[in-house]
T-cell receptor
Framework: GEDVEQSLFLSVREGDSSVINCTYTDSSSTYLYWYKQEPGAGLQLLTY?????DMKQDQRLTVLLNKKDKHLSLRIADTDTGDSAIYFC?????????FGTGTSLTVIP | DADVTQTPRNRITKTGKRIMLECSQTKGHDRMYWYRQDPGLGLRLIYYSFDVKDINKGEISDGYSVSRQAQAKFSLSLESAIPNQTALYFC??????????????FGSGTRLTVV
């Protein structure tokens, strides 16, 4: 399978920006995704980016894609306690998704 | 009702027992998947099915089997459960494109503990 890597933990203060990073291996991925998993729940699609884009903004979320370095990031502006969750990046390769290990974001009030 | 429903939500079972986890969906998607989630390991694909006659092994299929009873139903069985199968199991669905806005739709998960 493909390797999709993330840091396991991130803590930020409420009101600050959070930046969650991801590296992937397959340069031919056409879409890259961010999913959010709240405690006791399944994964929900947060946002995605097509591989020919460098940036996508959706309200408080900004996705940056550096294809040369195979690096994807998710920036959450004005983080609040409701953003505390595990965030997974994923890439599509062939007909399958490959998920990262997940980054557990803790927002400190 | 949820688009993807998993039953049971929680289960504790003994080593050596057979157990079935069930998944049903109302999305009308052809493709269904079973993943397990372990802390620090992310999601790993167990089995997937692109239609009712199609079953494929994923990354970690040993010790598991599946049955695609209908387009809407995909069950995962552990024939003889062992403690290292203790994990959170997710069912997911997608349409044929599984791209962009479509992505995957996940169930809420089944927490399985094997003692």
């Amino acid at each position: 399978g493909e390797d999709v890597e993330q840091s396991l933990f991130l803590s930020v203060r409420e009101g600050d920006s959070s930046v969650i990073n991801c590296t992937y291996t397959d340069s031919s991925s056409t879409y890259l995704y961010w999913y959010k998993q709240e405690p006791g729940a399944g994964l929900q699609l947060l946002t995605y980016i097509f591989s020919n884009m460098d940036m996508k903004q959706d309200q408080r979320l900004t996705v940056l894609l550096n294809k040369k370095d195979k690096h994807l990031s998710l920036r959450i502006a004005d983080t609040d306690t409701g953003d505390s969750a595990i965030y997974f990046c994923a890439e599509t390769y062939g007909n399958q998704f490959y998920f990262g290990t997940g980054t557990s974001l803790t927002v400190i009030p | 009702d949820a688009d993807v429903t998993q039953t049971p939500r929680n289960r504790i079972t003994k080593t050596g027992k057979r157990i079935m986890l069930e998944c049903s969906q109302t999305k009308g998607h052809d493709r269904m998947y079973w993943y397990r989630q372990d802390p620090g390991l992310g999601l790993r694909l167990i089995y997937y099915s692109f239609d009712v006659k199609d079953i494929n092994k994923g990354e970690i299929s040993d010790g598991y089997s599946v049955s695609r009873q209908a387009q809407a139903k995909f069950s995962l069985s552990l024939e003889s459960a062992i403690p290292n199968q203790t994990a959170l199991y997710f069912c997911a669905t997608s349409d044929a494109s599984a791209r962009g806005d479509y992505g995957y739709t996940f169930g809420s998960g089944t927490r399985l503990t094997v003692v």
